[in-house]
Structure formats: C-alpha cells, structure tokens
C-alpha cells in the first residue's frame, strides 16, 4: 500500500514569511509524529498526534511552530515568521498505533530553506 | 535525559567487505530499539529489537540487542553498493517520541 507522503518535497521561502508543511500517514495508522532533522544530524522530535489531538508537543522549540490533524488523518505543520535557523528537513512518521512496541514509518520529507 | 550514541561516525569499505555498526542507549524504561537506513531523505525501517525479540535477520543484515550492556549492533555482510547510506539507530523515550543518534554514515566503493 501506499507509503507516507509529504509535500512539498522543497520549500524555499524568505525570513519572516509563513510556510505549511503538509504529511499524509498511511491508511489506518492513527498516531502521526513530526520530527525536524539537520545536516549530520538525526531527526530530533517535535510533536506527535493520536487522533486528533497533540499528545505530546514538548519538542516544539517556540510558539512560531503549530501543528494540526483535524479530522485524524492528514496533519499540517505551520512556522510562522519563519528565521534562518528554521531550515532542515522536516520529517513526518506514522505508526499504527502510539507506544514503544509499534514501527513509526517515515515519509520522504520537505526539505525547508529559509534565506 | 533519553541518550543513543553510535560509533563510527563514518566508515568507508569495499564491496564484498563485512561491517559493524555500533549503538549504545541510555534510556529510563527500556522497552525497544530501532534501526534505520536513511538514503536522501527519508528513513526506511530495518528492525525493531525488544526484550522478546533480541536478534533479528533479514538476508544479509542483521542485529542484536544487548540489554545488560546496553548497546546493539547492525552487521551488513557481503556489502554492496546500495548498502550506502546513512545508519540510524533509535529508542523510544517519554511519550512515544523516538530519539536518535546521529547515525553512522556507511560508503561502499566498487
């Protein structure tokens, strides 16, 4: 079946400007997780969703990053006023369900550069 | 605080040659440890070690958990050139967030 998907793939945008990262889990998995990952780096956690809910945003880094999942399925990450220090990979995951004993599956990821 | 640390940082081999790929943990309640291959972007899932499940095989990679040292290994044999990328090793921490090293990056000449 099909795989997680996130578009765009790139995003190029200018400092203070609003981007949308936009993942779409694969069918039936009902947790989605955001992670944000830099050169040389592994992918560091920023939020996940079981449901519609955000049961863990501890990874955030400041209150210009949100995410959303309204209906349980496709979720959003949005950076407002977006810095230089913004740009990565940013990577989404799903599981089929949340818990330490079930595969998070990653998507091919949205590289974002800020100039 | 949740820690993985993998070793080497890079490693560079011919095809044909074997190779071991280490990951050491420290984590408040242990229950699982991934490895993933990461080639461009995305990660692709290899294995899920657990405390029922500590050695797992898949044609000519395979790995073991060590739950008293806490590390594991991912051994590749007969490597080949698509076996290039970068090599992540991951455990669930607080929450369900997965915490990674910083990967190994694995090249395979011809």
């Known amino acids: 079946g099909a795989g997680v998907s996130q578009t765009p793939s790139n995003k190029v945008t200018e400092k203070g400007k609003y981007v949308e990262l936009r993942c779409d889990p694969i069918?039936?998995?009902?947790?989605l997780y955001w992670y944000r990952q830099s050169l040389g780096q592994g992918p560091e956690f920023l939020i996940y969703?079981?449901?519609?809910?955000?049961?863990?945003d501890s990874g955030l880094p400041n209150d210009r990053f949100f995410a959303v999942r309204p209906e349980g399925s496709v979720s959003t990450l949005k950076i407002q006023r977006t810095e230089r220090g913004d740009s990565a990979v940013y990577l989404c995951a799903s599981s089929l369900r949340a818990g330490p004993l079930y595969e998070q599956y990653f998507g091919p990821g949205t590289r974002l550069t800020v100039t | 605080e949740d820690k993985v640390v993998q070793s080497p940082l890079s490693l560079v081999v011919h095809e044909g040659d074997t190779v071991t790929l280490n990951c050491s943990y420290e984590v408040t309640n242990f229950r699982s440890l991934l490895w993933y291959k990461q080639e461009k972007k995305a990660p692709t899932f290899l294995f899920m070690l657990t405390s029922s499940g500590i050695e797992k095989k898949s044609g000519r990679l395979s790995s073991i958990l060590d739950k008293k040292e806490l590390f594991s290994i991912l051994n590749i044999t007969a490597t080949q050139t698509g076996d290039s990328a970068v090599y992540l090793c991951?455990?669930?921490?607080?929450?369900?967030?997965?915490?990674f090293g910083a990967g190994t990056i694995l090249r395979v000449k011809s």
């Open positions: 969703f079981q449901g519609t809910g955000a049961a863990d």
């Open positions: 069918s039936g998995h009902t947790a």
């Open positions: 991951a455990v669930p921490s607080y929450g369900n967030k997965l915490v």
